[in-house]
């Protein structure tokens, strides 16, 4: 391929085409902001086909300029994405226009670009043959013109050249010149070292000549390759290597006199930065400053002139073609040439030169055929079509079309007749059926019109007396749901004053009532938070809860749950005893006494709940969760579960024994996440109806996480976006909980450093580091970050001092109770310094957030065994047995827990 040398004005038309396309993806976004919701989606897609037919050409356009991509590959991708981008641009316009059109100008308009695509699918296929075959073929003349003298008609030239003497022979020339290549020698000398890498195993590498340089140092790191794998990645290296050469040629030639300098850093920073030009570079950037220097020493030379420089410059980048691979040449004598370079038999290498324009002319018999067929095959398709498609499509339709118009005029006497037993036969019978149906009804309702007074008159009266007699039992009802509400009203109220825990809720009733002048909503779905103190912290608690049944019933539910739970708060706000609780310990009492109060109505009471505590201060998270739909949690603009259902459920409150798979969970929050408990009502959403008019529901359970995502996690959207998947069939209540700061506890940047910092030191002088740094930062009276507690308390955990592994591990969880394993590993260390009681809470509280621990629960039963709850104790070690069956610790508390048991009889 050859264009024209001006480089800058070639880059200025890719800019400028760059920016024209982009143009009409604003104007898009401008008619699609201005468009119903129907007709956006239409122009969205008839956009991303516009951009796909013209954004990536021009984006290609614009690498095969600055080199990054071959021509042929521009011209490749540039009439593919072409055809394929307005084929779907067509494709799209002509199913989704608005405008006045017609059924055969529709097919017509089809059928016309998918031809088109096929064509273009076929001529790529043909063309990319026709060039393999021309290699091939003219690969094979060459060889016969070494071997035989024989030759083609569009032979132009055979050079044969000994790179060992640096002498060239023209073997043949369809010119009366003596003139060959520059740089030929060269050429071949890179060409020969390069097959005798490949034959030999040891083979010297060595050129004189300085524009050989980075060759030399290409082709000596080829050699230092193992023999066995030089087939493979010689021919690899040389390939990539030419790409990088043909790049740094063409920003060579673009250049202009005035940017020099800039191509000089270009070059400079290449012969700096190790890459396959490097040695290239620094040939190149030598010769220059050589150029430069000479210049100066005499200053009537024209060596620094922008022609010569570059011309010298483009010496250091010769490409090389060495498997036989076609290249082109443009040639005073010759004009454009397609060559070919080969070793011969003697040791010497040929250079042959074929005819670019014969090479054009036969490329253009072969599309001259295919335009030929195509013309033919679009010709069929506008004019056949229409006799093709007359009697079975076009002249039906027309008939059926004049029959509506008759209709609509008033005529019912008309009926069509059914000339194909098709589709559109199928029409026209139902549209006789349809006209026969009208006329019936017409004439009786002429029929009904003569007795219509007295028949309505009568109706009438029965549904007057009907209507009164529902009145007054609905009135009777509406004061039973308006008493009802303003008992739930009060409890469903988001009482959370906080700096960085933001709290808010949305019920939506399916029952909605009028009692005189009042209107409202009732059923079974609550919402509540409050603020609460725990060992001294600040605590936001809320229950998100679905009671069973409908209206009445479940706003009963509701409204025990409220009760309750607003008993709880009242209680912990007043005992200081209740305040001391650690906060899995509270969400696990507040969740008996609900369990036990629903319990009572044996089985006809239940609800579903998800109930948690936040820490205000650190945005840790605790919630369990009895049978309710998963939590989402709203992170960086994604949405998903952060706990994923187990095989174990937790099932509502008022099943019995419900509590023995009690579980809490901890998730902690970063600054601006969102976390949302809702209802079943956010699933069930009616999706339509099947065949047999029966309702589809909803069965994915992700379907929440799109909808928030959709929203960006603000619940008061959460409604619409639900609705356009569907219709909601149940009640729906979201409770939302964002938190607004950052916990202090986590650094990572710290925690790597002060890791860091230990693992350099001996294990004995850690303890000593790690005292030292927390003594410093209390007497600057900043607070201590949990990574020095941390390593405080596994020094001492580590070291066996139980004692003060105890007193680190209290100081620890105080901060920072996020992980599980110090829970654990704070129970043990207790129980070994003999506080037992301690021991036992931190026990149970590992135990509420991971019942399946199984050396939790082996040292719970040895602190219970401790502590005389011999019960507690066997069922914690049964637990552990069924987790890792032969656990030697658990086997020795058991034997101790029996002969206890035989002692105490």
Same mark, same amino acid.
């Given at each position: 391929y050859w264009d024209f040398a001006e480089w800058e004005v070639s880059s200025y038309i890719a800019n400028q085409i760059a920016v024209t396309v982009l143009l009409v993806p604003i104007i898009a976004i401008w008619k699609m902001t201005r468009n119903d919701r129907r007709l956006r989606w239409t122009i969205f897609w008839m956009m991303l086909a516009y951009l796909a037919g013209t954004l990536i050409p021009a984006i290609a356009n614009k690498l095969s300029h600055a080199g990054k991509m071959s021509r042929g590959s521009f011209q490749i991708l540039y009439n593919l994405m072409t055809i394929l981008g307005f084929f779907a641009l067509i494709v799209i316009y002509i199913n989704k226009t608005l405008d006045r059109t017609t059924f055969m100008a529709k097919i017509v308009g089809i059928s016309l670009v998918t031809i088109l695509v096929i064509f273009q699918w076929l001529s790529y296929a043909s063309y990319i043959q026709a060039e393999n075959a021309y290699d091939r073929l003219h690969n094979k003349d060459m060889r016969l013109t070494?071997?035989?003298?024989?030759?083609?008609?569009?032979?132009?030239?055979?050079?044969?050249?000994?790179?060992?003497?640096?002498?060239?022979?023209?073997?043949?020339?369809?010119?009366?010149?003596?003139?060959?290549?520059?740089?030929?020698?060269?050429?071949?000398?890179?060409?020969?070292?390069? #097959?005798?890498?490949?034959?030999?195993?040891?083979?010297?590498?060595?050129?004189?000549?300085?524009?050989?340089?980075?060759?030399?140092?290409?082709?000596?790191?080829?050699?230092?390759?193992?023999?066995?794998?030089?087939?493979?990645?010689?021919?690899?290296?040389?390939?990539? =290597?030419?790409?990088?050469?043909?790049?740094?040629?063409?920003?060579?030639?673009?250049?202009?006199?005035?940017?020099?300098?800039?191509?000089?850093?270009?070059?400079?920073?290449?012969?700096?930065?190790?890459?396959?030009?490097?040695?290239?570079?620094?040939?190149?950037?030598q010769a220059w400053s050589e150029s430069e220097q000479t210049a100066l020493e005499d200053s009537t030379a024209g060596t620094t002139d922008d022609p010569k420089i570059k011309e010298t410059l483009m010496r250091y980048y010769l490409p090389v073609h060495p498997e036989g691979q076609r290249f082109y040449r443009s040639l005073p004598d010759y004009g454009h040439v397609i060559c070919f370079a080969l070793p011969g038999n003697d040791g010497a290498y040929y250079e042959a030169a074929y005819s670019y324009l014969d090479y054009r002319r036969g490329q253009m018999d072969v599309a001259s055929r295919e335009l030929l067929m195509l013309l033919g095959c679009l010709l069929i398709v506008i004019v056949g079509f229409r006799f093709f498609f007359g009697q079975t499509l076009t002249n039906p339709l027309m008939a059926l079309l004049q029959g509506v118009q008759r209709i609509n005029r008033g005529d019912l006497a008309i009926r069509l007749p059914v000339q194909v037993q098709d589709e559109i036969g199928f029409l026209t019978g139902s549209f006789n059926r349809m006209v026969g149906s009208i006329r019936r009804a017409r004439k009786q309702l002429e029929g009904y019109a003569i007795t219509l007074e007295d028949r309505v008159q009568e109706r009438t009266n029965e549904l007057e007396a009907t209507v009164k007699r529902i009145q007054e039992l609905k009135t009777r009802q509406d004061g039973d749901f308006f008493l009802t509400s303003l008992l739930i009203h009060p409890l469903t109220s988001n009482q959370v004053q906080s700096s960085t825990i933001k709290t808010d809720a949305l019920l939506l009733q399916k029952k909605r009532f009028a009692f005189r002048r009042w209107?409202?909503?009732?059923?079974?779905?609550?919402?509540?938070?409050?603020?609460?103190?725990?060992?001294?912290?600040?605590?936001v608690v809320f229950l998100n809860g679905d009671a069973m049944g409908k209206s009445l019933q479940g706003a009963a539910g509701a409204l025990i749950l409220g009760s309750v739970f607003e008993s709880i708060i009242q209680r912990t706000e007043l005992s200081g005893e209740i305040q001391s609780l650690p906060p899995e310990m509270w969400l696990r009492d507040a969740y008996l006494e609900l369990q036990k109060i629903f319990c009572t109505f044996d089985g006809y009471m239940m609800?579903?709940?998800?109930?948690?505590?936040?820490?205000?201060?650190?945005?840790?998270?605790?919630?369990?969760?009895?049978? #309710?739909?998963?939590?989402?949690?709203?992170?960086? +603009?994604?949405?998903?579960?952060?706990?994923?259902?187990?095989?174990?459920?937790? #099932?509502?409150?008022?099943?019995?024994?419900?509590?023995?798979? =009690?579980?809490?969970?901890?998730?902690?929050?970063?600054?601006? /996440?969102?976390?949302?408990?809702?209802?079943?009502?956010?699933? /069930?959403?009616?999706? +339509?109806?099947?065949?047999?008019?029966?309702?589809?529901?909803?069965?994915?359970?992700?379907?929440? =996480? /799109?909808?928030?995502?959709?929203?960006?996690?603000?619940?008061?959207?959460?409604?619409?976006?639900?609705?356009?998947?569907?219709?909601?069939?149940? /009640?729906?209540?979201?409770?939302?909980?964002?938190?607004?700061?950052?916990?202090?506890?986590?650094?990572?940047?710290?925690?790597?450093?002060?890791?860091?910092?230990?693992?350099?030191m001996s294990e004995s002088s850690r303890v000593g580091f790690i005292e030292d740094r927390i003594h410093a930062i209390r007497s600057e009276e900043r607070p201590v970050p949990s990574i020095y507690l941390r390593k405080r308390f596994e020094e001492y955990f580590r070291k066996h001092d139980f004692e003060q592994a105890a007193e680190a591990a209290?100081?620890?969880?105080? #901060?920072?109770?996020?992980?599980?394993?110090?829970?654990?590993?704070?129970?043990?260390?207790?129980?070994?310094?003999?506080?037992?009681?301690?021991?036992?809470?931190?026990?149970?509280?590992?135990?509420?957030r991971d019942p399946n621990h199984a050396n939790n629960l082996v040292n719970l039963a040895d602190i219970y065994r401790m502590l005389g709850h011999l019960e507690k104790a066997e069922g914690c070690i049964r637990a552990a047995m069924q987790l890792r069956p032969g656990h030697k610790s658990a086997l020795l508390i058991q034997s101790t827990l029996e002969q206890l048991k035989e002692e105490l009889r």
């Open positions: 070494m071997v035989s003298g024989q030759r083609e008609s569009d032979l132009q030239y055979l050079l044969r050249v000994d790179p060992a003497s640096g002498t060239t022979r023209i073997v043949y020339s369809s010119k009366n010149t003596n003139r060959v290549p520059d740089d030929l020698s060269n050429q071949f000398r890179v060409m020969e070292t390069y #097959h005798e890498i490949l034959k030999f195993p040891d083979p010297s590498v060595a050129f004189d000549s300085p524009y050989l340089q980075g060759y030399s140092r290409f082709l000596q790191s080829m050699a230092k390759i193992p023999y066995s794998q030089r087939r493979s990645n010689l021919p690899e290296g040389m390939n990539d =290597l030419q790409k990088e050469l043909r790049i740094r040629r063409i920003e060579i030639q673009k250049t202009p006199r005035r940017q020099l300098e800039s191509l000089r850093n270009q070059i400079r920073k290449g012969a700096e930065d190790p890459g396959p030009l490097q040695s290239f570079d620094a040939a190149a950037l209107e409202g909503e009732i059923g079974g779905d609550f919402c509540s938070s409050h603020n609460i103190l725990l060992r001294g912290k600040s605590y609800a579903s709940v998800v109930l948690g505590l936040v820490e205000e201060e650190t945005g840790l998270l605790y919630f369990l969760n009895a049978e #309710h739909p998963w939590p989402v949690l709203y992170r960086n +603009g994604k949405a998903h579960f952060p706990v994923l259902p187990e095989e174990r459920i937790m #099932h509502k409150l008022g099943i019995l024994q419900a509590e023995e798979n =009690l579980r809490i969970y901890t998730l902690a929050l970063e600054h601006g /996440d969102v976390f949302i408990s809702g209802s079943d009502g956010r699933d /069930d959403i009616i999706l +339509g109806e099947d065949d047999q008019g029966n309702r589809i529901y909803n069965m994915n359970e992700s379907l929440i =996480l /799109d909808v928030v995502e959709n929203a960006r996690g603000d619940i008061r959207q959460v409604p619409e976006l639900l609705s356009e998947k569907g219709q909601i069939s149940d /009640d729906l209540s979201l409770l939302r909980i964002e938190f607004l700061g950052s916990n202090p506890n986590r650094d990572p940047i710290l925690e790597q450093s002060v890791a860091s910092e230990l693992s350099a209290d100081e620890l969880l105080e #901060h920072d109770s996020e992980s599980a394993r110090y829970l654990y590993l704070a129970s043990y260390a207790c129980k070994r310094a003999g506080r037992i009681e301690q021991s036992r809470i931190h026990g149970e509280r590992a135990l509420l």
